[in-house]
């Protein structure tokens, strides 16, 4: 699947998945600030950025599996 239909406008399936890659980390990120544990990170940027593409990689292989 290459593009997902929103009525009548053909979006990049990439481009959803990772809009909900993107919801996934924002729940982790804030995890992951409540529970302190930033404090173990030496860079939270470049930390976050790997978060992130940790979970559109998962997200990615998620929707493959499922369709």
């Known amino acids: 699947m290459a593009d997902i239909d929103l009525y ?3 979006v990049p399936a990439l481009l959803v998945w990772a ?10 990120r804030r995890l992951i600030g409540a529970l ?3 404090r173990l990170v030496w860079h939270p940027a470049l930390f976050d950025l790997c978060l992130y593409l940790v979970c559109l990689g998962g997200v990615v292989t998620l929707a493959g599996r499922l369709t």
């Not at 809009?19 to 982790?28: C, D, T």
Request: no cysteine.
């Open 8 to 10: 009548g406008v053909f």
């Open 19 to 28: 809009a909900v890659a993107f919801l996934v980390n924002l729940g982790l």
């Open 36 to 38: 302190g544990l930033y």
